[in-house]
Nanobody, 118 residues
Framework: QVQLVESGGGLVEPGGSLTLSCLAS????????MAWYRRVVGKERELVAS????????DVKEPVKGRFTISRDNTKNTLFLQMDNLRPEDTADYFC???????????WGQGTQVTVSS
């Protein structure tokens, strides 16, 4: 059974930082290109960053380019998202999954909530 468990969210002031983690199980994590997504209520889920299976290539989308860094530890089946210089518009629920541009996604986890506010 595939499980994706996100953690690390919280309330942070503008300009602050957070590191999100995603523990994956039930599938060959190290063989998949993975991604972080975010969803704001009333909007579709947005892919914000992806990383190849080995971690050699990373793609960060324009809204968060230069502020977010995606990484992974295949020995621990864990995906990370380092978020710096956070802005109020980054407020969302964040999820991890395989990169939907390459694979059909697995069932979504519960996500982790990030709120950027003063």
């Amino acid at each position: 059974q595939v499980q994706l468990v996100e953690s690390g969210g919280g309330l942070v002031e503008p300009g602050g930082s957070l590191t999100l983690s995603c523990l994956a199980s039930g599938f060959g994590f190290s063989y998949y290109r993975m991604a972080w997504y975010r969803r704001v209520v009333g909007k579709e889920r947005e892919l914000v960053a992806s990383i190849t299976d080995t971690g050699a290539i990373r793609d960060v989308k324009e809204p968060v380019k230069g502020r977010f860094t995606i990484s992974r530890d295949n020995t621990k089946n864990t995906l990370f998202l380092q978020m710096d210089n956070l802005r109020p518009e980054d407020t969302a629920d964040y999820f991890c999954n395989v990169d939907r541009e390459y694979f059909g996604v697995y069932d979504w986890g519960q996500g982790t909530q990030v709120t950027v506010s003063s």
